[in-house]
């Protein structure tokens, strides 16, 4: 068996008891270091230098000993175990002593208790030694998240909502008087100080978050805007805490933030998408108008003015009939008008096809895909199917530019053999799908600085609160859905792209 060592301050004027003392710990075997005092200034100097894990004392008179070295290391403030060691067994005198701070008594006849009482009140001095480090590093933690929470742009809190559905704040910290403009005592006592603070037209959705978080026990986090004292100045916070089920209710522990500034700063450039948006949309309505009198100009004056030529030349060449060199000229020319006069039909059709005017826009897709067929040598398959009210113009000449966009795509960029063009006019809204068996787009051709197509499309659709879909892989070809809804809250464009079987 290992001897287990152990340092005794010995407190003993008698050699004889301080040795059979020593004999007895020996026997019980401990692997003693031990120093014998006899004096107050003796036990002061060995409790100063050195370490000890008990002391034991006389409590026999004469000599030093008894109370009076209780008391010394009572005020040295070591913590050690201190036993006395005495030859009265008087009832009184044991439990003045213990009275008095001793942590036992042994009797100096029979010390057959003496190492277990040592080994129990060592144990005893280590579970005290384990508790005050327990609490100095709680303390330690406590004072640092008091620093950080001090620290924080906002203030942490408690919440306590009782099963009456009433409310508490076990714990608001000092940061509420900067965010709310109230001081935390303000709030503990008079809890609806902070729904008076919150903004009217805020405070139902912050009543309806809190219950739903309440109910399912999930993350709480809300935003909205308070009023705060005394100048009613707003702000917006961000509310984010975790609940959890107590004996008295349910309790939530979390931080509210102040984020005016991110908040405005979200707000403006919503607002500045917004003016973007229209100003797109205006320039798009100036630019159509533009091309809407191009073409009227095209087809009206330069038109006329090409058929007077050609009617000009046609009288010409009837009378060179005896020159036929001058007739076969005249004829030449004849032919370079016609080609004219068709190059002005092509140039104003595609500046604003009269057909989307006249028959609307199914028509006018159809026949932009049999031209554009014709033109390049792809096969264009058109299907359409017309199931909701009449489309608005504005809404038309989109989905034809769009048409046109994505056309001209295909021809610069897929190497494809076949085209799928599908409108769909839903009860909802309008689907306008085009389909290739190209080469598809890749990351890096989706990611060019100055591909304006697909976002000149999506601009389009986005002022009509539509929305646009691009699913294309590498050699698998590309497909291209728009969604545009007859009414802002009708049928999302999921569904309706769903229904293509395309997205």
Same mark, same amino acid.
């Given at each position: 068996? $290992? ?44 409790? @100063? ?37 005495? @030859? ?54 406590? $004072? ?8 924080l742009p906002g203030m942490a809190y408690q919440m306590l909502m009782k099963s009456d559905g009433s409310i508490s704040y076990p714990y608001i910290s000092e940061g ?22 919150? @903004?009217?037209?805020?405070? $139902? ?101 090409? $058929? ?115 409108? @769909? ?79």
């Open positions: 068996m $290992t001897a287990k060592k152990l340092s005794v301050l010995l407190v003993e004027s008698s050699s004889a008891d301080a040795q059979h003392t020593l004999n007895k710990l020996t026997q019980a075997g401990y692997l003693l270091e031990h120093r014998r005092v006899d004096s107050a200034r003796s036990m002061k100097a060995a409790l @100063h230098k050195g370490q000890f894990d008990v002391v034991l004392c006389s409590y026999d008179p004469p000599g030093f000993g008894g109370l009076p070295a209780l008391e010394l290391l009572q005020n040295s403030g070591v913590d050690i175990p201190f036993l006395f060691l005495s @030859h009265d067994l008087r009832e009184e005198t044991i439990i003045y002593t213990m009275q008095h701070g001793a942590d036992d008594y042994i009797f100096k006849g029979s010390l057959n208790r003496l190492a277990p009482a040592i080994e129990h009140n060592l144990r005893e001095a280590r579970i005290r030694q384990e508790h005050r480090s327990a609490q100095l590093a709680l303390q330690e933690n406590q $004072t640092r998240l008091h620093a950080f929470v001090a620290d509420c008087q900067a965010l709310l403009g109230i001081t935390p005592q303000d709030l503990t006592h008079v809890v609806m100080l902070f729904e008076a603070l919150l @903004h009217p037209d805020d405070l $139902t959705s912050y009543q309806n978050s809190m219950q739903a978080s309440a109910r399912n026990l999930s993350f709480w986090n809300w935003e909205g805007r308070i009023l705060t004292m005394p100048d009613n100045e707003v702000k917006w916070i961000n509310l984010r805490c975790s609940p959890r089920k107590t004996p008295q209710g349910i309790q939530w522990e979390g931080i509210i933030f102040n984020i005016t500034q991110s908040k405005e700063a979200e707000l403006e450039i919503k607002r500045s998408k917004v003016q973007l948006r229209e100003l797109s949309s205006h320039i798009q309505d100036v630019r159509e108008q533009e091309r809407i009198a191009i073409a009227r100009e095209i087809h009206d004056d330069m038109g006329s003015t090409l $058929t007077a030529i050609k009617l000009d030349i046609a009288w010409m060449g009837s009378r060179l009939k005896n020159d036929p060199a001058l007739a076969e000229k005249a004829k030449s020319i004849e032919t370079l008008v016609d080609k004219c006069t068709e190059a002005a039909g092509n140039i104003s059709r595609s500046l604003r096809p009269s057909v989307l005017d006249t028959f609307g826009i199914v028509a006018a897709i159809e026949m932009e895909a049999d031209e554009f067929e014709q033109r390049t040598r792809i096969s264009c398959i058109f299907e359409s199917k017309d199931e909701g009210p009449a489309l608005p113009p504005d809404i038309s000449i989109a989905l034809f530019r769009i048409l046109q966009e994505a056309l001209a795509n295909i021809i610069k960029h897929a190497s494809a053999s076949e085209v799928a063009v599908n409108i @769909h006019n839903h009860k909802d809204g309008v689907v306008l799908t085009v389909q290739d068996n190209g080469k598809g787009l890749t990351d890096a051709d989706r990611a060019k600085p100055r591909s304006f197509g697909l976002r000149g499309i999506r601009e389009r659709v986005e002022c009509f609160g539509g929305e646009v879909r691009v699913d294309s892989q590498p050699g698998r070809g590309t497909q291209i859905g728009v969604y545009i809804p007859h009414e802002a809250s009708n049928k999302s464009a999921d569904s309706l792209l769903a229904q293509q079987n395309l997205f």
